[in-house]
């Protein structure tokens, strides 16, 4: 059964175009061609960025906090109450004025003091900006190493096909040779990623946490996908353009946890702009159209074909959702408006009723507070 499910999976048809099949993408010659084989080392290596991560985020990202001042800011303790906390875990964070009403008969409390315990409640698992500043170094730091990476390999493609025209880059070459600085590039980009599956549950959370999971495993998928299909120069394309933006999206994150507000917004207008250029004008009317308008010239659609590039739309409309977001945020920011990021969960005065400024922002979104308007928030992964 085992041996029928794998050559069923792993039919040529499925995978490449009529006219070729696995035999030829044989190593010979000292050329060698992506084989699902190679990509199992990405789960030891996720497991090393954990161990990688953990060590950065100790030894390099918690002194570089306290050198740029960033501090915990000190939460009240709940108090604990049988009643309240059970309430909290079962039926609702945020209860209703006439639950509160009705809790505060319970305990013998006034609506006031159940109304600050559930804000204490609530900020104590928000996570403090110490660990938002940690994760926000750790990705930067990655996004920039890996954005150099890209643009190694992609110039050793453009030093291996000086033949070929621009736009059959992106095309599936499909008897193209893996070069070594591709095969890294891909498999340190989807053992980040993998990571990054693997710590989700434990990171900050946004509201946009269900798009982050698709955002995740649609990267995981394509970049898998396109490694076992060949389809090599346009995987590599799309992850240096996130890349890109994502750098300056880690940056923003990392001056607003500082307050370094004028860097926080400048870096953060020019994230906006290279995340429109990027994801919503090259991605679509330049790579998406070359996957889609040039390969039936060379041979008929198959499977692959469309698989491809419906997750590349899927990625499409995941940008288009971010941009919306990001563009929010910068209208409020420009006409003064913006006091909290769209898409970040944030910490409530523990003495008030309103919230506090306190910003973040996530991969590929941006968040924006009282401190950093457009600085604060904005990806990836």
């Not at 104590?124 to 190493?145: C, N």
């Not at 507000?261 to 990027?278: K, L, P, Q």
């Not at 009282?370 to 990836?380: E, R």
Request: aromatic share 16%; hydrophobic share 45%.
């Amino acid at each position: 059964m085992i041996g029928t499910i794998s050559e069923w999976l792993w039919w040529d048809r499925l995978w490449l175009p009529g006219n070729l099949t696995w035999a030829d993408l044989k190593d010979e010659e000292g050329l060698v061609y992506a084989r699902a084989s190679h990509l199992y080392v990405t789960v030891p290596y996720a497991l090393v960025f954990l161990v990688v991560r953990y060590v950065f985020e100790r030894l390099i990202a918690t002194p570089l906090a306290a050198s740029l001042g960033v501090t915990e800011k000190t939460r009240y303790k709940v108090e604990h109450n049988a009643v309240l906390e059970h309430y909290f875990i079962t039926k609702s964070k945020h209860p209703g004025q006439a639950d509160i009403d009705g809790l505060s008969k319970k305990c013998s409390w006034s609506s006031r003091q159940v109304e600050r315990w559930f804000r204490r409640r609530r900020n104590q698992d928000r996570p403090g900006v110490l660990k938002k500043f940690r994760e926000a170094s750790w990705r930067m730091v990655f996004y920039l190493a890996a954005f150099i990476g890209g643009i190694i390999a992609l110039y050793d493609v453009s030093l291996s096909s000086s033949h070929i025209l621009l736009h059959r880059i992106v095309v599936f070459l499909l008897l193209q040779s893996v070069l070594d600085s591709q095969y890294w590039y891909y498999i340190l980009e989807m053992s980040f990623y993998f990571s990054l599956v693997l710590r989700i549950t434990f990171d900050v959370k946004r509201k946009d946490f269900k798009e982050q999971i698709i955002h995740h495993w649609a990267t995981l998928t394509l970049l898998a996908f396109s490694w076992c299909g060949n389809y090599i120069r346009v995987g590599t394309l799309v992850m240096l353009i996130h890349d890109s933006s994502d750098i300056l999206l880690e940056s923003a994150k990392i001056f607003n946890y500082a307050k370094w507000e004028s860097t926080c917004n400048g870096i953060f207008v020019v994230f906006a702009a290279v995340f429109i250029v990027t994801r919503l004008i090259i991605f679509p009317f330049w790579i998406i159209h070359c996957t889609w308008v040039y390969p039936p010239d060379y041979y008929p659609p198959f499977f692959g074909y469309y698989f491809f590039n419906f997750m590349l739309v899927i990625l499409l409309m995941l940008h288009i959702f971010w941009a919306y977001l990001i563009l929010r945020m910068v209208k409020m920011f420009l006409f003064g408006s913006l006091t909290k990021d769209e898409r970040s969960d944030n910490e409530e005065d523990e003495e008030g009723d309103g919230e506090t400024s306190v910003t973040e922002d996530n991969d590929g979104h941006v968040k924006a507070t009282n401190g950093c308007g457009a600085g604060g928030g904005a990806n990836h992964h």
